[in-house]
């Protein structure tokens, strides 16, 4: 799905400058950098994406094209898969996969043309199903498998051939992987002493890395002595003690009960900021991905979906994959009737009229699947803008759930609809049998591909 | 507390003193053993027949031959009334022994003769004299002939009947073999013998025992030693493989299982021989000379490597099964924070190991220190084992005793080896499965 992500320009190859044929007069970057630029709107990390900013209005998937609006000039259409990709530029990520594919048995890729740059001191989670190749970007990027294809960079600088112990990135591992023969102050020596550190050095850092995760007295004990979520900080103490600019974490929480975990979730995020680190989290939960990171990567199938920062990702999903793996989410099924700038009229399967704001169709006639938030879907009118097309529904359950009210209705066929709406005083309890009619704004409601 | 004081007024929480009790009043511990007795009994008689299959054929034969290295019965069985006579008889005067104990002796011996005991006895008194055998066989069959009440006086005609009679020596061997529990069987175990002056060494040449322990002891380290060396990297590989092939390399592991021990042992000798495979390939790859050929049989080279071979799978298959618990995910770690191949190997993953070689090496010593067919066959003479010598005393000298003393030294050897091993590593480090 990635590739629709990428504005491969018709113009870039053939005309070596653009900026002749568009007037532009800002267009110096390459296409790696549009790309960045498309997935980061608005994040504005970059003096790269303000220029573009300045000459691209928007930019827009539609299948296997991609659309970029100017300022001046025509729009462009780009075609995936018709030009190479320009050479990277020496960007500021510290992090950085381009092109990266690997394949275990030569016939079938599990990671697909992955491309992802990460700044200094960023809490990236790499979020996805089992098997959507995350553990594997993870495993090639501490170095325990090689990357069949593409460049990996660490500082700007190639680490494909460095072997893992030379790399310098902590990692903590899925089980904790504390060594079981030897003592937690011995685990944290670990790393030291493998760097030639003196004993009292070692034993300074040792005491401050423990501290660090209030495990200070647990020093003497044994991996095996220590409770699930006691050996966790050790594992995050260990993966720390000696410094590392890059921390990898494989689903770290996994193991512990719902409680610890969240508790954990904040100890991590804090130590990570605070000690200013960048961090790669994988998780295939989404609760966890959405708290913890500062931008959030959706894995399938080999691809990364989309990337943004947590609050983008779930109000704005580029995709249906997304939308559906990232929270609650009513989905229905449709075609474009009309596309009018940011809205787009939807005609339901059952010949319902909605409004939506068109995220990735391009053209009336298009099959789609809308998706909208329980919590978004209204059926107070009030609340609701002149003239927004309201859809029947039949309420099938009611569920109290203490501090909201969940209904499940039965919507244009859908009979897994689900409203979530606030215990209020004023709140009405919806019965089972009700007939209503329900609505949503119009940005709420995103027609994307349908699958 | 709930249960104990169920029938105290709640309102009065009551002191509880004394042991716990259980609703009915009854103790407890008591009421908690009735209601388990039912269990025991039945878990009881459900391991009832290994546990007599166990005792009859594990302890009791074991007992047997504890008992056998110290017993003795024999010569005060058979010749009681010397034995008394001989009492007052000090062997170190240099004088024969007085007219009643020739007496006694006759008297004894015509019993013995008549129950065919004395050649037995004969045979007891040669181990530790050479000669006593003929001695008391000839003459049993002339002393049949004395009458007992009308021949006296017995002490020349024994000398007449043949001249050991009159030899201090012979008579001193009836009388410090005499006692029904001895030390002796263990003393000739190490090298020693018992005189009427107390414990001592053997001549010079008689001295074997003590050296083919040493030898035994050092041989069983050495194929240990190569057992692991050989069997580590082999175990490494099978736990390293996904589960189709790891599996089909254990049963090539396993493979010299269904083969005779007889046929492995005896394939290493056309494999050794001076003219053997390995000979003949050096010869001809002029790696020596053809009048220099290596003896690599018949002596300890010859056992070391036949038994390394074929004790091998006991020491691979606890390696194996220890490494294949072994998660990957350790030796990553160690990776990850910065340990070379070698550092992560030696610091993490060997260390994880050590059970497994533990357990492999407990076996394969085991095993070898009591090892018989193979050194019989490929070990030539300074290729054999203590086994072998007491194999040697069961079937051929009859010596039960001396064999039983050696096989008592042997266990001792192998439970001190146990009790050093347990306190050097610990017993708990050894994962046999």
């Known amino acids: ?451 | 507390m709930a249960d104990a004081t169920q029938s105290a007024p709640m309102q009065s929480a009551p002191v509880q003193t004394g042991p716990m009790l259980a609703a009915d009043g009854t103790p407890l511990k008591q009421s908690l053993a009735r209601s388990l007795r039912n269990q025991k009994i039945r878990a009881l008689a459900l391991i009832a027949p290994l546990l007599l299959f166990v005792l009859l054929s594990f302890v009791i034969p074991i007992g047997q031959m504890l008992f056998k290295s110290v017993e003795n019965d024999i010569v005060a069985d058979t010749l009681p009334l010397t034995v008394a006579a001989l009492q007052d008889w000090d062997a170190a005067s240099g004088e024969l022994p007085d007219e009643p104990v020739y007496e006694a002796f006759v008297t004894d011996m015509i019993e013995a003769v008549a129950a065919k005991q004395h050649t037995r006895l004969g045979t007891r008194l040669n181990y530790e004299e050479t000669g006593m055998s003929s001695l008391f066989r000839k003459s049993g069959r002339q002393i049949r002939r004395i009458d007992i009440a009308e021949d006296a006086p017995f002490k020349e005609k024994l000398i007449d009947i043949n001249e050991d009679w009159g030899d201090v020596e012979t008579w001193s061997v009836i009388k410090t073999h005499s006692v029904r529990m001895t030390n002796g069987y263990f003393l000739n175990a190490v090298d020693m013998k018992r005189t009427p002056e107390g414990a001592q060494s053997q001549p010079e040449d008689r001295q074997i025992l003590v050296k083919l322990f040493i030898r035994t002891l050092i041989m069983s380290l050495a194929i240990t030693g190569s057992c692991i060396l050989l069997g580590y990297p082999i175990a490494w590989i099978i736990a390293n493989q996904p589960a189709r092939i790891g599996n089909l390399l254990l049963i090539l592991v396993l493979l010299p299982f269904w083969t005779s021990l007889l046929v492995r042992t005896s394939a290493w000798i056309v494999m050794l021989q001076q003219q053997g495979v390995v000979n003949e390939i050096l010869v001809w790859l002029n790696v020596i000379a053809d009048d220099a050929r290596l003896v690599m049989i018949r002596n300890e080279v010859g056992t070391i490597v036949a038994m390394t071979h074929i004790l091998l799978p006991f020491m691979i298959l606890p390696m194996y099964s220890v490494m294949q618990t072994i998660n990957p995910s350790y030796l990553r770690a160690a990776k990850s924070l910065g340990a070379t191949n070698f550092t992560a190997f030696w610091r993490v993953y060997f260390p994880l190991t050590v059970p497994g070689i533990g357990a492999g090496s407990i076996l394969v010593f085991i095993l070898a220190i009591g090892y018989y067919i193979t050194p019989e066959i490929v070990g030539g003479t300074s290729g054999i084992f203590i086994s072998n010598r007491i194999a040697f005393h069961i079937s051929s000298s009859l010596n039960w005793g001396l064999a039983a003393a050696l096989a008592s030294i042997l266990l001792a050897a192998v439970l001190i080896l146990y009790w050093a091993y347990d306190k050097i590593v610990g017993i708990d480090n050894v994962k046999l499965g």
């Open chain 1, 1 to 451: 799905m990635v590739p629709k992500l990428w504005p491969i320009l018709p113009f870039n190859a053939k005309h070596s400058r653009p900026s002749d044929r568009f007037g532009l007069t800002a267009w110096s970057v390459s296409l790696r950098s549009v790309v960045g630029c498309s997935a980061k709107r608005g994040a504005a990390t970059s003096n790269v994406v303000k220029r573009l900013e300045s000459v691209a209005l928007s930019f827009s998937d539609c299948g296997d094209n991609v659309l970029i609006r100017m300022d001046r000039g025509p729009t462009v259409t780009a075609t995936d898969g018709e030009m190479p990709l320009a050479e990277s530029q020496s960007s500021d990520a510290f992090v950085a996969f381009e092109r990266v594919q690997k394949s275990y048995d030569g016939e079938t890729l599990v990671v697909k043309d992955l491309n992802l740059e990460m700044p200094k001191g960023e809490f990236l989670t790499m979020l996805g199903p089992s098997g959507s190749g995350k553990t594997t970007c993870l495993m090639m990027l501490a170095g325990f498998e090689t990357a069949t294809h593409g460049k990996i960079l660490l500082d700007g600088i190639s680490i494909n051939n460095i072997p893992p112990h030379k790399r310098g990135i902590g990692m903590v591992f899925q089980n904790y992987a504390l060594f079981p023969h030897m003592t937690i102050a011995e685990n944290l020596s670990f790393p030291l002493e493998v760097r030639k550190m003196s004993k009292s050095d070692r034993e300074a850092k040792i005491k401050r890395a423990l501290d660090m995760v209030e495990m200070g007295a647990f020093g003497g004990r044994r991996p095996a002595q220590l409770s699930g979520g006691q050996q966790q900080r050790v594992a995050l103490a260990r993966a720390l003690v000696f410094e590392p600019e890059l921390v990898l974490m494989d689903e770290p929480l996994g193991a512990l009960d719902k409680q610890l975990r969240e508790k954990m979730q904040f100890e991590i995020t804090d130590l990570a900021h605070n000690l200013g680190i960048t961090t790669v989290y994988v998780t295939h939960d989404q609760t966890e991905a959405l708290t913890m990171s500062d931008r959030v990567a959706v894995f399938d199938d080999g691809r990364i979906q989309q990337i943004d920062p947590p609050d983008t990702l779930y109000e704005s999903p580029q995709n249906s994959f997304v939308a559906q793996f990232i929270g609650e989410n009513n989905t229905l099924e449709g075609t474009v009737k009309e596309i009018k700038g940011k809205e787009a009229l939807v005609q339901l399967d059952d010949g319902e009229l909605i409004d939506c704001k068109p995220v990735n169709v391009s053209q009336p006639g298009e099959r789609t699947l809308v998706s909208i938030r329980p919590e978004r879907v209204e059926f107070n009118k009030d609340r609701l803008q002149e003239g927004t097309h309201m859809v029947k529904a039949e309420v099938l359950e009611f569920i109290y759930m203490g501090d909201v009210f969940r209904t499940r209705l039965k919507v244009a066929g859908n009979d897994n609809f689900i409203i979530k709406s606030r215990n209020a005083p004023d709140q009405v309890r919806l019965k089972p049998g009700e007939h209503i009619d329900i609505g949503w704004l119009p940005e709420d409601c995103r027609a994307l591909d349908a699958v």
